[in-house]
């Protein structure tokens, strides 16, 4: 769950039923074979972060806390892992999370199989 895959759908199932939200891969998993760095190279997430004077990584992560999921990042990075857990003390504003919440959704990675399958299933509908 991130700001391009919103999961708004499973959202409101998951709250209608009482079920907690947790959000893996809030930075895209970038690095990984099924993720990328669309996240973090998002135009509309850096506008956001230059303005505020946060990173792009911390706008998502803050967009996932703010959804009331738990986010699940992972950095190696001293720096980084710092950078991730500053984010508790500020909140964004509701032209920020409309701006977002007008994101397009994506399913799966440019990377990934998965994206070329989702891509044709969804052609097919
Ligand atoms: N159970 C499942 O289905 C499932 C699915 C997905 C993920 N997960 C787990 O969820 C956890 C999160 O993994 P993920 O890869 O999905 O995490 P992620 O937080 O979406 O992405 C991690 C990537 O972002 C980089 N990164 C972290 N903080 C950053 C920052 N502030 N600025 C720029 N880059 C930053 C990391 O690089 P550096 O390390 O170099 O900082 C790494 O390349 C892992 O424990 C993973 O195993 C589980």
Redesign the pocket.
């Known amino acids: 769950m991130?700001p391009l895959c919103q999961q708004k759908e499973l959202k409101e199932f998951c709250e209608a039923k009482g079920v907690h939200v947790s959000a893996?891969?809030?930075?895209?998993?970038?690095?990984?074979i099924?993720?990328d760095n669309r996240?973090?190279d998002c135009d509309a997430l850096k506008e956001i972060a230059e303005s505020i004077g946060k990173?792009?990584?911390?706008i998502?992560?803050r967009w996932a806390y703010e959804q009331g999921a738990s986010v699940?990042?992972?950095?190696?990075?001293k720096?980084?892992?710092k950078?991730?857990l500053e984010i508790l003390d500020w909140s964004l504003s509701m032209e920020d999370l409309d701006k977002i919440n007008g994101l397009p959704r994506r399913k799966g990675s440019a990377r990934s199989p998965i994206f070329e399958l989702s891509k044709e299933l969804e052609a097919e509908l």
């Open positions: 991130n893996h891969s809030p930075l895209g998993s970038n690095g990984t099924w993720g996240i973090l990173t792009t990584a911390q998502a992560l699940i990042t992972k950095s190696f990075n720096d980084r892992m950078e991730n």
